[in-house]
């Protein structure tokens, strides 16, 4: 079992940047590829960014490329995204994500593991 923890969500106007963390309750946390995602209201959920168990390849989503920035740091048993050039479009609730799979990707459906998710609002 996997518990993460997502904190960092707020309110910051737009242009303006945030870091969100996601710390994993686990013995092995390198063994799990890590993801975010994110739902705003009345959409579907959207992927984000994901990372390798080894932080040595990473992907993001269309919206968020050159913007955002997911990192890890597996001795903290944490995953960070850092937000850049926030806009009011990337106002949602934010999740993290752990995967055991040998797929790597940002299908939610690899994903087994979820956080409760941080809320971040952009103000225009």
């Known amino acids: 079992q996997v518990q993460l923890v997502e904190s960092g969500g707020g309110l910051v106007q737009a242009g303006g940047s945030l870091r969100l963390s996601c710390t994993a309750s686990?013995?092995?946390?390198?063994?799990?590829?890590m993801g975010w995602f994110r739902q705003a209201p009345g959409k579907d959920r959207e992927f984000v960014a994901a990372?390798?168990?080894?932080?040595?390849?990473?992907i993001y989503g269309e919206s968020v490329k050159g913007r955002f920035t997911i990192s890890r740091d597996n001795a903290k048993n944490t995953v960070y995204l850092r937000m850049d050039s926030l806009k009011p479009e990337d106002t949602a609730v934010y999740y993290c994500?752990?995967?055991?799979?040998?797929?790597?990707?940002?299908?939610?459906?690899?994903?087994?593991?979820w956080g409760q998710g941080t809320q971040v609002t952009v103000s225009s």
């Open positions: 686990v013995r092995t946390f390198s063994g799990y590829n």
């Open positions: 994500a752990a995967s055991s799979s040998i797929y790597f990707g940002g299908s939610a459906d690899l994903y087994t593991y």
């Open positions: 990372i390798r168990r080894s932080g040595g390849n990473t």
